[in-house]
C-alpha cells in the first residue's frame, strides 16, 4: 500500500515504471495500492481514467490533507482484510 496524493500523478508513474505490476507479482507475489482522497483540484474523470486504465487506485471519500493520512491507512489495511487471500 503506497499513500499518494491525488495529484501525484507522476510520481505514481514513476513507481509504475520502476517496478512493473507484472514483475512485483511474478516475482515477489504482490500487488501495489495507491491510497488516495478526495481532491477538488484533480479532475475526478483523470483519476477515473488513471484508475481505469492501471487498476490499482483504492479512492476514499474524504478530503487530501495531512490530518486525514490515518484514514487513508485505515482504508488500506480494511480493504487488505478484505480483499486478500489468507494463508493459514
Not at 507484472?22 to 475526478?44: C, Q, T
Not at 490533507?65 to 489468507?86: F, I, P
Request: proline share 3%; charged share 30%.
Amino acid at each position: 500500500m503506497v499513500t499518494s496524493r491525488s495529484s501525484n500523478f507522476h510520481l505514481r508513474d514513476a513507481q509504475r515504471r520502476a517496478y512493473p505490476t507484472k514483475i512485483l507479482k511474478k516475482h515477489f507475489g504482490i500487488r501495489r495500492i495507491f491510497l488516495l482522497a478526495s481532491d477538488p483540484s484533480v479532475e475526478n474523470e483523470l483519476l477515473k481514467n488513471e484508475s481505469g486504465k492501471f487498476g490499482d487506485i483504492l479512492m476514499g471519500e474524504f478530503p487530501e490533507d495531512y490530518l486525514n493520512l490515518s484514514l487513508k491507512h485505515l482504508m488500506g489495511l480494511q480493504w487488505a482484510s478484505s480483499e486478500c487471500d489468507r494463508k493459514k
